[in-house]
Nanobody
Framework: VQLQAYGGGLVQTGDSLILSCAVS????????LGWVRQGPGKDREFVAN????????YYSASVKGRFTISRDSGKKTVYLRMDRLKPEDTAVYYC???????????WGQGTLVTVSS
């Protein structure tokens, strides 16, 4: 299984942006697909997760209500819609997969999101 994230860029405070993660290979319905970010000088931080089969979602407190994670089973793609972006959302965003939320064993390359004030 390979994950490829894309869609990052430079935006302004309050803007919206959608990240995508294309998944190649077999995905099991019990798997969790998520987004994790790492800001400059910060530790890696869990952002959001979706169960591939059931579609149930889970968010960190820092993004809940602003970010929306979803998946398209037909396209084998996971999306992260980010609204009302803040400068503190600036980070490299990684797409990841695993059998448990935030215990990911497969990682894609990151995509950089920069939010200017």
């Amino acid at each position: 299984v390979q994950l490829q994230a894309y869609g990052g860029g430079l935006v302004q405070t309050g803007d919206s942006l959608i990240l995508s993660c294309a998944v190649s290979g077999r995905i099991f319905s019990s798997w969790s697909l998520g987004w994790v970010r790492q800001g400059p000088g910060k530790d890696r931080e869990f952002v959001a997760n979706v169960r591939w089969g059931a579609g149930t979602t889970y968010y960190s407190a820092s993004v809940k209500g602003r970010f929306t994670i979803s998946r398209d089973s037909g396209k084998k793609t996971v999306y992260l819609r980010m609204d009302r972006l803040k400068p503190e959302d600036t980070a490299v965003y990684y797409c990841a997969a695993g059998t448990q939320i935030n215990e990911y064993t497969l990682w894609g390359q990151g995509t950089l999101v920069t939010v200017s004030s």
